[in-house]
């Protein structure tokens, strides 16, 4: 499928943020072509001109003025929270490589979040910044169920990513996200990567307007010993799986000394802040 590409001019590449852990975000696309069936960010499309699906279409963002290094000293930036930095057009147009080459040197903490193995390319950048973690979405093993859950790179390119952001003293974070019930192994997926993980961050399947349908309707379809369970999280609202979840991911990663982030309760913690 054809993916409608358009530049568009932008003022500034920082945002202030409402994530609970930045400060600023940096988005260098609008859109992305991953096209994840589970994708929150789909309400972007609002404020665009497109008419086209989430994932048909991507914006390049072009910014000739410099990111104000000064300003981020001593905080948080995150690339990135509605599009993947790294997804294909990266590699045609370098949006992000330019941006990490004002941020090299930039004394905040950078966190990267991605699905794609593209971020390998630019090695040479992420070794010279002395606070980064890297974060690579993983959350299956089943590289069929991904293939229907995403249109990135493999998961066995991305945990070839890892490893190689690790070899290379790279701090690592595996991101399951968004945890799917019943689909998700934590355990088999930390068992398989442990060794070149530095951090784990746990998130759950949220599901919310028009792709709440799509992720039920592939469950029922595909995976229908599950469609009790999701009836019971997703239309009775009921949030035992999750409290139980979480329990036994505190138990698992705590008696193997594993260090992790729970999110779960993402929605809590962006409210916390903005409240402060």
């Not at 696309?29 to 994840?36: A, I, K, Q, R, T």
């Not at 960010?41 to 003025?65: L, P, Q, V, Y």
Request: charged letters at 30%; glycine letters at 2%.
């Amino acid at each position: 499928m054809n993916i409608i590409e358009k530049e568009i001019q932008a003022t500034d590449y920082l945002t202030k943020s409402n994530l609970p852990s930045s400060d600023y975000v940096i988005n260098p696309y609008v859109g992305c072509p991953h096209g994840c069936m589970y994708c929150y960010a789909r309400f972007m499309k609002r404020f665009t001109n497109h008419s086209e699906k989430w994932g048909d279409f991507i914006d390049i963002k072009k910014c000739s003025k410099n990111i104000n290094i000064k300003k981020l000293t001593g905080k948080t930036v995150f690339l990135s929270s509605v599009t993947d930095c790294y997804n294909r057009y990266e590699e045609k147009y370098c949006l992000t490589r330019k941006i990490l080459e004002q941020l090299q040197y930039a004394d905040c903490t950078i966190n990267i979040s991605t699905k794609s193995d593209l971020i390998l390319r630019d090695i040479d950048f992420l070794k010279k910044m002395k606070d980064l973690k890297v974060a690579m979405s993983v959350n299956t093993l089943d590289e069929n169920v991904k293939n229907d859950m995403d249109k990135a790179s493999s998961i066995a390119d991305r945990l070839y990513a890892l490893k190689e952001l690790h070899r290379n003293n790279i701090y690592t974070v595996l991101f399951m996200s968004p945890i799917i019930p019943g689909l998700t192994d934590f355990r088999q997926i930390i068992e398989e990567s442990a060794h070149f993980i530095d951090e784990y961050w746990m998130e759950n399947l949220n599901l919310r307007g028009e792709y709440k349908a799509s992720i039920l309707n592939y469950i029922n379809e595909k995976f229908p010993q599950y469609s009790e369970l999701y009836k019971s999280i997703y239309v009775k609202k009921d949030n035992g799986y999750w409290e139980s979840l979480s329990m036994e991911i505190e138990e698992y990663c705590k008696s193997r000394n594993i260090n992790y982030i729970n999110f779960f309760y993402h929605d809590k913690l962006v409210q916390k802040k903005s409240n402060k």
